[in-house]
């Protein structure tokens, strides 16, 4: 083949579509007749729902219904346990699944209570204002050390505690090689995290024609074959029966993954209910109480390390905010219990973490799923070691990664998706040194940051390291084949979000097609086009959809030699596929286009021999037996200004390695956006509840996105370590830019400002907590 | 995020406007650039049952100088005094602040008068208004009046300017000679409403002692507020560097009364304002120094 387009940095193809409006949107569908919802939600973080008063509302002109939780009779139900309990011995886990309509008692701020559906938006919002609850408030449940008290009020009183689950991991036995330490670093860390705040809010249109007995919903989900499942279920309905479309999704993120969400059940009910098309779309408001969060971790950690750095144990304990329910399992928790072991040989670890719940909003992942948390507390430890030791921050990483000849590499507990955590490959050694070769690490610390330090200026570097755990199972599956124009038709069952799936999917397939990749259609997000599948999360599109496209495409392939073989009476091995035709070696006039071959493949007359398929098509599916881990560096420089402490990042680099890459540029674009999400997590975000479980800051005027002006340039290099565990030789890579973020900020203030003895143990920062920390400090100096 | 219900009439003259004003007077609210009023509309924190759009009312927006006053229309907007020369020249305490409101996007249709009507104490413009001296023109269907900016700003969100009046111009001086200016502020992110802001203006004698200070924040209190004292530290003193920390340690701790958010403690905005204040007096006496010469 003379053309590659496998790893070739090719401008996207779904981006004209995007970038001048004519993709399709769920707020773009429009149906004759429909309706939409709004949703009366709890102020309160924690009450009791004495009564509703919805009578106004009903005689408001243009109102069409009004549902509370008893109008759903035996639909009303909580939801389904997204990710069942992971396969630990001892483990306890209090399932508590969101309701679609808040009965009796209100958990979180922002809870639905009643939905309105009206002939338009704005008539839905005015009748919101007609109808009357009275609560009886409760004392909420905020602070996760508080709700483990004995006298804590209860969320679920059936409970009898605040606990949702605890989980005990061990590999080797910390206590035992304790004495041994030549050093051990204790301290507290607390990690919150954000929201997702994806540029588009979630929405759902349902319509049901009763004619056909068919549902069509459009969804913001990330994984619509399994909506489309729950759904069936919910309803009684045959999965042929729904339909699910999950269009263009302006960002997802993880939020948006398969939630089940009280409104996504709701609408497709009422549709058939009321036999007209509804519309719900979230607006932001709405967004910032209703659509999950991530938010925070307590960690008691310590590790012991002998005198020369290297660590023989880790011992942590956390506590992990859950929210006021928990479907989606214990996936966050679970990362950052594996995080924790990042990519050093320890030999030695106890970790273990209580999940508990609060009246706030549900935590779910979001874009790095607790792996920042755990990045965090190892990153921290080893400079703080490293600090006590006298030894470079960059050399007590390298004597702790794991060598290259120990992959696979055993940690011996249990990850995200149930099996035993095991690192595929990696290579860990020469990232480190492309980076400080790419920062000029040592040339700063030794000649440029003494000058900056000599001229009054606080300028400091941070680098940081960290693996990512990507393409876990339990599979995609993908449809290819070659139309009679000869264009190519790639259908897979997760859905997009923006992450450039039309472009790498058709690289895939047009390696090994040999035809161009903007005659390569991809479809994603349709369970009518494609009835398989999981869904886009934990960076597994690329891996698993990938390799299923992969292995489809080259069937398909196999099939086109076969059926070409035959038209030109000539041997499969002179046969080559070249910008959409195929031909015989060196014969030009031997040539013809996929696409009359894929109608001779289809005859209307004479017969489709026995034992092969009409057409050039092909299905095949990819499950790999665990996940590909993916690994990096991250380096920063960065100026505080020490009075008002703002700051300004100068450099910031990232070397990363996530096996064989498919499209350099939509992989630097997954990168950037990762990033910026991690600036906004290490210094500018931060969900501000009161003690009254109240979001203090649930508007983008005082929830700080990082802006344009905030985020960097990024230079971006790349390691090549293939995994072994498909074919392409792939990892993921869609949560690597936001995960060490944190822990490099924390060691790259340190730096800056030497000549504090700081100790930055929490993320999120701000200026006006740097100004705390700096105050606490030269306190306790004094 | 809808708005309540609301009527909208769009007069294409002031006495119209002035007249639908007077009809509806509390219920009714004067649309200008929309920038504040419009999002707090969606929210519903604002349900105004009349919304009067003045936007077609011809020649409120201009800028001028005459005798020695700078004339500007309420419904010039942001971006024009940004790009205005005549501001850069005769007021350019003014014309250096105004690219701390906000966006540009948001400063293309943003009005100084309707950032004044606003009176939010975070803005920048009333806080310039009452450092530059400047007086408000309003007016009702029968009478015209001017308000100083003092008078003006009475409180949070809250002004001088009765149900029925509407802004139509402010006049400020003309820079006063051997005067040296200076704006600056902390915000979170470039274009939000600042944690802490500060103007200064330093009028420095032949005798190289200061004749004139000014001192005024923003988002100190439930106003723009002057500090005064902080700035009489400085009145008939030869300024040094020690003279310019003790004005900004008073006018922090004395006289301004934060009440933080969720961004900043008090304590923060105060550390800020003393920052600030020592960094602004230093500029504004050296810009005098230098137009002294």
């Given at each position: 083949?003379?053309?590659?387009?496998?790893?070739?940095?090719?401008?996207r193809?779904?981006?004209?579509?995007?970038l001048?409006?004519r993709?399709?949107?769920v707020?773009?569908?429009d149906l004759?007749?429909m309706?939409?919802a709004?949703?009366v939600?709890?102020?309160?973080a924690h009450a009791?729902?004495?009564?509703i008063d919805?009578?106004?509302?009903?005689k408001?002109e243009?109102?069409?219904?009004?549902?509370?939780?008893?109008?759903?009779?035996?639909y009303?139900k909580?939801g389904?346990l997204?990710?069942?309990?992971?396969?630990?011995?001892?483990?306890?886990?209090?399932?508590k699944?969101q309701v679609p309509l808040?009965?009796?008692k209100?958990?979180?701020?922002?809870?639905?209570?009643v939905?309105v559906?009206a002939e338009?938006?704005y008539?839905?919002?005015?009748?919101?204002?007609?109808?009357y609850?009275?609560?009886?408030?409760?004392s909420a449940v905020?602070?996760?050390?508080?709700?483990l008290e004995e006298?804590?009020?209860?969320?679920h009183?059936d409970?009898g505690t605040?606990i949702?689950a605890?989980?005990?991991?061990?590999?080797?036995d910390y206590?035992?090689i304790?004495?041994?330490a030549?050093?051990?670093?204790?301290?507290r860390?607390?990690?919150?995290?954000?929201c997702a705040?994806?540029?588009?809010n979630?929405g759902?249109?349902a319509?049901?024609?009763r004619?056909s007995?068919?549902?069509?919903?459009w969804?913001t989900t990330?994984?619509?074959?399994?909506?489309?499942?729950?759904?069936?279920?919910?309803l009684g309905?045959?999965?042929r029966?729904v339909?699910?479309?999950?269009p263009?999704?302006?960002?997802g993120?993880?939020?948006?993954i398969?939630?089940?969400?009280q409104e996504?059940?709701?609408v497709p009910?009422?549709?058939?209910q009321?036999d007209?098309?509804?519309k719900?779309?979230e607006?932001?408001a709405?967004?910032?109480v209703?659509?999950?969060?991530?938010?925070g971790?307590?960690?008691?950690?310590?590790?012991?390390f002998?005198?020369d750095?290297r660590?023989l144990?880790v011992?942590?304990?956390?506590?992990?905010?859950?929210?006021?329910?928990?479907?989606y399992?214990l996936?966050?928790?679970?990362?950052s219990?594996?995080?924790?072991l990042?990519?050093y040989?320890?030999k030695?670890?106890?970790?273990?973490?209580?999940a508990?719940?609060?009246?706030?909003?549900?935590v779910?992942?979001?874009?790095?799923?607790?792996?920042?948390?755990?990045?965090?507390v190892?990153?921290?430890?080893?400079?703080?070691a490293?600090?006590e030791l006298?030894?470079?921050?960059?050399e007590i990483r390298?004597?702790?990664?794991?060598p290259?000849?120990?992959f696979?590499?055993?940690?011996?507990?249990?990850?995200?998706?149930f099996v035993p955590?095991?690192?595929?490959?990696?290579n860990y050694?020469?990232?480190?040194?492309?980076a400080?070769?790419?920062?000029?690490?040592?040339?700063?610390?030794?000649?440029?940051?003494?000058k900056l330090?000599?001229e009054g200026k606080?300028v400091?570097?941070g680098?940081?390291?960290?693996?990512?755990?990507?393409g876990?199972g339990p599979?995609?599956?993908a449809k290819?084949?070659?139309?009679?124009?000869?264009?190519v038709?790639?259908?897979?069952?997760?859905?997009?979000?923006?992450?450039?799936h039309?472009?790498?999917?058709?690289?895939?397939?047009?390696e090994q097609?040999?035809?161009?990749?903007?005659?390569i259609?991809v479809?994603?997000?349709d369970?009518?086009?494609?009835y398989?599948g999981?869904?886009?999360?934990?960076?597994?599109?690329a891996?698993?959809?990938?390799?299923?496209?992969?292995e489809?495409?080259?069937?398909v392939?196999?099939?086109?030699?076969?059926?070409a073989s035959e038209?030109?009476?000539?041997?499969e091995?002179?046969?080559?596929?070249?910008d959409?035709?195929?031909?015989?070696?060196?014969?030009?006039?031997?040539s013809?286009?996929?696409?009359e071959?894929?109608?001779k493949?289809n005859?209307?007359r004479?017969?489709?021999?026995p034992g092969?398929?009409?057409g050039?098509e092909?299905?095949n599916y990819f499950?790999?037996?665990?996940g590909?881990?993916?690994?990096g560096?991250h380096?920063m420089?960065?100026e505080?200004?020490?009075?008002t402490?703002?700051?300004?990042?100068?450099?910031?680099?990232?070397?990363?390695d996530?096996?064989k890459?498919i499209?350099?540029l939509?992989?630097?674009?997954?990168?950037h956006?990762?990033?910026a999400?991690?600036?906004?997590?290490?210094?500018y975000e931060r969900?501000v509840?009161?003690?009254d479980?109240q979001?203090?800051?649930?508007?983008?005027?005082?929830?700080?996105?990082?802006?344009?002006?905030d985020?960097?340039?990024?230079?971006?290099?790349?390691?090549?370590?293939?995994?072994?565990?498909?074919?392409?030789g792939?990892?993921g890579a869609?949560?690597?830019g936001?995960?060490p973020?944190?822990?490099l900020?924390?060691?790259a203030?340190?730096d800056?400002?030497h000549n504090?003895?700081l100790?930055?143990?929490?993320?999120?920062?701000n200026?006006?907590r740097?100004?705390?920390?700096?105050?606490?400090a030269?306190?306790?100096?004094? | 995020?809808?708005?309540a219900?609301?009527e909208?009439?769009?007069?294409d003259?002031?006495?119209?406007a002035?007249?639908?004003?007077?009809?509806h007077?509390d219920?009714?609210?004067?649309?200008?650039?929309?920038q504040?009023?419009?999002?707090?509309?969606?929210f519903?924190?604002?349900?105004?049952?009349?919304?009067?759009?003045?936007?077609?009312?011809?020649d409120?927006?201009?800028?001028?100088?005459?005798e020695?006053?700078?004339?500007i229309?309420?419904?010039?907007r942001?971006?024009q005094l940004e790009?205005?020369?005549l501001?850069?020249q005769?007021a350019p305490l003014l014309h250096?602040s105004?690219?701390?409101?906000?966006?540009?996007?948001?400063r293309?249709?943003?009005t100084?008068?309707?950032?004044?009507?606003?009176a939010?104490?975070?803005a920048?413009l009333p806080a310039?208004m009452?450092?530059?001296?400047?007086r408000?023109?309003?007016?009702?269907n029968?009478?015209?009046?001017?308000?100083?900016?003092?008078?003006?700003?009475?409180?949070?969100?809250?002004?001088?300017?009765?149900?029925?009046e509407i802004?139509?111009?402010?006049?400020?001086?003309?820079?006063?000679?051997?005067t040296?200016w200076?704006f600056m502020?902390?915000?979170?992110?470039?274009g939000?409403?600042a944690l802490?802001g500060?103007a200064?203006?330093v009028?420095?004698?032949e005798?190289?002692?200061c004749?004139?200070?000014?001192?005024?924040?923003?988002?100190?209190?439930?106003?723009p507020?002057?500090?005064?004292e902080?700035?009489?530290?400085?009145?008939?003193?030869?300024?040094?560097?020690?003279?310019?920390?003790?004005?900004?340690?008073h006018?922090?701790?004395?006289?301004?009364?934060p009440?933080?958010?969720?961004?900043?403690?008090p304590e923060f905005?105060r550390?800020?304002a003393q920052?600030?204040?020592?960094k602004t007096?230093?500029?504004?006496?050296?810009r005098?120094?230098?137009r002294?010469?």
């Amino acid at each position: 083949m003379t053309t590659r387009y496998f790893g070739k940095r090719i401008k996207r193809n779904e981006d004209p579509r995007l970038l001048t409006g004519r993709s399709l949107f769920v707020d773009d569908v429009d149906l004759p007749g429909m309706l939409h919802a709004a949703f009366v939600r709890s102020p309160y973080a924690h009450a009791r729902i004495i009564n509703i008063d919805v009578s106004q509302a009903l005689k408001r002109e243009g109102v069409v219904a009004v549902y509370i939780a008893d109008d759903l009779g035996d639909y009303w139900k909580p939801g389904p346990l997204l990710v069942s309990p992971p396969p630990i011995a001892d483990t306890v886990f209090n399932e508590k699944t969101q309701v679609p309509l808040a009965k009796d008692k209100v958990k979180f701020s922002g809870e639905p209570i009643v939905m309105v559906v009206a002939e338009s938006r704005y008539i839905a919002e005015d009748a919101l204002a007609d109808i009357y609850v009275d609560y009886e408030p409760f004392s909420a449940v905020v602070d996760m050390e508080k709700a483990l008290e004995e006298d804590s009020p209860l969320i679920h009183e059936d409970l009898g505690t605040n606990i949702a689950a605890r989980v005990v991991q061990k590999k080797g036995d910390y206590e035992s090689i304790k004495p041994d330490a030549a050093l051990i670093i204790k301290r507290r860390f607390s990690y919150e995290h954000g929201c997702a705040a994806a540029m588009e809010n979630r929405g759902v249109v349902a319509e049901w024609d009763r004619r056909s007995g068919r549902l069509t919903v459009w969804d913001t989900t990330q994984a619509p074959v399994v909506i489309r499942n729950g759904l069936a279920d919910l309803l009684g309905l045959s999965e042929r029966q729904v339909r699910v479309i999950a269009p263009f999704i302006g960002g997802g993120f993880g939020p948006k993954i398969m939630m089940f969400y009280q409104e996504e059940v709701l609408v497709p009910w009422v549709a058939i209910q009321l036999d007209r098309p509804v519309k719900w779309i979230e607006d932001r408001a709405e967004n910032f109480v209703a659509t999950t969060h991530e938010r925070g971790q307590i960690h008691d950690a310590e590790a012991a390390f002998d005198k020369d750095g290297r660590i023989l144990g880790v011992h942590d304990v956390f506590l992990h905010d859950t929210g006021a329910y928990d479907p989606y399992g214990l996936t966050v928790p679970l990362n950052s219990q594996a995080n924790v072991l990042g990519l050093y040989d320890i030999k030695n670890y106890h970790s273990e973490f209580t999940a508990v719940f609060t009246n706030k909003t549900i935590v779910t992942p979001y874009r790095g799923a607790g792996r920042q948390h755990g990045v965090f507390v190892i990153e921290r430890l080893l400079d703080l070691a490293a600090k006590e030791l006298k030894i470079d921050r960059t050399e007590i990483r390298r004597r702790n990664f794991i060598p290259p000849d120990k992959f696979p590499y055993n940690n011996e507990i249990i990850y995200q998706d149930f099996v035993p955590l095991i690192y595929d490959s990696g290579n860990y050694e020469p990232l480190l040194d492309d980076a400080l070769e790419k920062i000029d690490y040592h040339h700063f610390i030794k000649e440029i940051q003494p000058k900056l330090r000599a001229e009054g200026k606080h300028v400091g570097i941070g680098i940081v390291a960290y693996v990512e755990g990507t393409g876990i199972g339990p599979y995609e599956g993908a449809k290819v084949q070659v139309m009679s124009s000869g264009r190519v038709s790639v259908v897979t069952g997760v859905g997009t979000q923006g992450q450039g799936h039309f472009t790498s999917f058709a690289q895939i397939a047009a390696e090994q097609l040999g035809v161009p990749v903007d005659k390569i259609d991809v479809v994603t997000g349709d369970t009518d086009q494609f009835y398989w599948g999981a869904g886009t999360f934990a960076s597994r599109g690329a891996v698993v959809a990938g390799n299923a496209i992969y292995e489809a495409a080259r069937d398909v392939r196999k099939k086109i030699l076969q059926v070409a073989s035959e038209h030109f009476n000539a041997p499969e091995d002179e046969l080559e596929l070249f910008d959409g035709q195929i031909r015989v070696a060196d014969v030009p006039r031997m040539s013809i286009s996929l696409g009359e071959l894929a109608k001779k493949a289809n005859p209307t007359r004479g017969a489709v021999k026995p034992g092969t398929q009409p057409g050039l098509e092909a299905t095949n599916y990819f499950g790999p037996e665990r996940g590909a881990t993916s690994s990096g560096i991250h380096a920063m420089i960065i100026e505080v200004d020490p009075e008002t402490l703002q700051i300004h990042i100068q450099k910031y680099l990232v070397v990363h390695d996530c096996g064989k890459v498919i499209n350099p540029l939509i992989l630097d674009g997954q990168i950037h956006g990762g990033v910026a999400q991690g600036i906004g997590n290490a210094f500018y975000e931060r969900l501000v509840y009161d003690d009254d479980g109240q979001l203090l800051n649930g508007t983008f005027m005082d929830y700080h996105l990082p802006s344009a002006l905030d985020v960097p340039r990024i230079e971006t290099a790349h390691g090549e370590t293939v995994s072994p565990l498909n074919a392409m030789g792939v990892k993921g890579a869609g949560e690597a830019g936001a995960i060490p973020v944190g822990p490099l900020f924390a060691q790259a203030l340190e730096d800056a400002l030497h000549n504090v003895d700081l100790e930055i143990l929490e993320i999120p920062l701000n200026s006006n907590r740097l100004w705390e920390i700096i105050n606490d400090a030269n306190n306790k100096g004094k | 995020m809808k708005p309540a219900p609301f009527e909208y009439f769009c007069p294409d003259s002031i006495d119209q406007a002035l007249d639908l004003l007077s009809e509806h007077g509390d219920e009714a609210r004067i649309l200008a650039g929309g920038q504040s009023l419009v999002p707090a509309m969606n929210f519903r924190i604002q349900q105004p049952a009349v919304l009067i759009d003045i936007n077609r009312v011809p020649d409120l927006d201009y800028i001028l100088e005459e005798e020695n006053v700078l004339r500007i229309g309420a419904m010039t907007r942001e971006r024009q005094l940004e790009f205005s020369d005549l501001l850069s020249q005769q007021a350019p305490l003014l014309h250096e602040s105004v690219p701390f409101i906000a966006h540009p996007q948001i400063r293309n249709r943003g009005t100084i008068g309707g950032s004044l009507v606003n009176a939010d104490p975070a803005a920048e413009l009333p806080a310039l208004m009452l450092a530059l001296n400047a007086r408000l023109k309003v007016r009702n269907n029968s009478q015209e009046r001017w308000i100083e900016a003092p008078e003006f700003f009475i409180g949070m969100f809250t002004t001088a300017l009765e149900a029925d009046e509407i802004l139509l111009e402010i006049a400020l001086p003309v820079m006063a000679e051997r005067t040296g200016w200076s704006f600056m502020e902390v915000a979170p992110r470039s274009g939000d409403y600042a944690l802490m802001g500060v103007a200064a203006l330093v009028t420095m004698g032949e005798d190289g002692k200061c004749e004139g200070a000014k001192l005024v924040y923003l988002n100190a209190g439930d106003g723009p507020l002057e500090a005064k004292e902080a700035a009489n530290i400085l009145l008939g003193e030869k300024i040094s560097d020690d003279l310019i920390q003790s004005a900004a340690e008073h006018g922090s701790e004395h006289e301004i009364t934060p009440f933080g958010n969720v961004h900043a403690s008090p304590e923060f905005q105060r550390h800020l304002a003393q920052v600030l204040t020592k960094k602004t007096l230093t500029q504004a006496v050296r810009r005098a120094e230098e137009r002294k010469q």
